[in-house]
């Protein structure tokens, strides 16, 4: 028989007004992955569950089963509030597109621990570090890795040609990369901009927070996961459309 009561650690995605007083709150969790919740009387100013249901918090909370499809949100604690993040548009906005990312990427009730995890590292780094934009292709690349549909960065798709002799198109039909003899599409990524992809898709961390990236291999990269990802998710981030003309500004 399942449990009348329940806690869980969580991440907040998103939130949303429902009826006069309440939120119906998205959430991303190790054990069950993304649901929905309702939180009863959050959107009351004196209500315990308003600072709880904030989007990117990581959060401990206990849930009552609903007798509909919705279980309620009755209490919990900030396990984690990343409050750099609360106070710059920037950090928002990134932030904003990793949570959406997660929200289109994955179904309800798909339980995928390594991406509760990959959540916590991100949300960390764009909290505590300047690294946004790499955050950013960090998590896009870790995410499509995780869910099975990492693109093959070694040579290219088509005709096996090494990275060091050719530009490439990063194509979501073939998984990977296609060389100029392979394949005319644009956007293009350098050898250069490979082996950064490489290395963002593998290394340490630690190490990625050290890595300088130019302003050109940043470009290829951020448009050749943008293609990629459109692709996988049939769907465009408003989130991402949003730093895109941030960055425009
Ligand atoms: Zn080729």
């Given at each position: ?13 998103h ?17 069950r992955?993304?649901e ?5 009387g ?27 499809s ?11 509030a ?17 949570m959406?990312?997660t ?7 798909k ?5 509760f ?64 003899s ?18 963002l ?7 990625i ?41």
């Open positions: 028989m399942e449990e009348r009561n329940y806690r869980l650690q969580a991440v907040i995605l939130n949303r007004d429902y009826k006069e007083n309440d939120k119906l709150v998205s959430f991303f969790s190790s054990e992955g993304k929905t919740a309702l939180a009863k959050a959107r009351k100013p004196n209500s315990s569950l308003r600072s709880l249901v904030q989007p990117f918090c990581e959060v401990e909370i206990d849930f009552a089963k609903g007798r509909g919705l279980d309620i949100i009755t209490q919990g604690q900030l396990s984690n990343y409050l750099n993040l609360h106070n710059d548009l920037d950090k928002i906005a990134y932030a904003t597109y990793i959406e990312l929200d289109l990427a994955l179904p309800e009730k339980a995928v621990p390594a991406v995890y990959l959540l916590l590292a991100t949300l960390t780094m764009i909290d505590l570090s300047d690294e946004l934009f790499l955050a950013a292709r960090f998590f896009e690349l870790r995410l499509l890795a995780v869910l099975g549909v990492a693109p093959i960065l070694n040579c290219c798709s088509g005709c096996r040609r090494s990275i060091a002799e050719s530009t490439f198109y990063l194509s979501p039909y073939r998984g990977g990369l296609l060389c100029a392979c394949s005319a599409e644009q956007p293009r990524v350098s050898a250069g901009t490979v082996r950064m992809m490489q290395y898709a593998t290394a340490d961390l630690k190490k927070l050290n890595l300088k990236i130019n302003n050109q291999m940043g470009h290829e990269m951020e448009q050749a996961l943008e293609v990629y990802l459109n692709y996988y998710l049939e769907k465009v981030s408003q989130a991402k459309r949003f730093i895109n003309q941030l960055e425009k500004g």
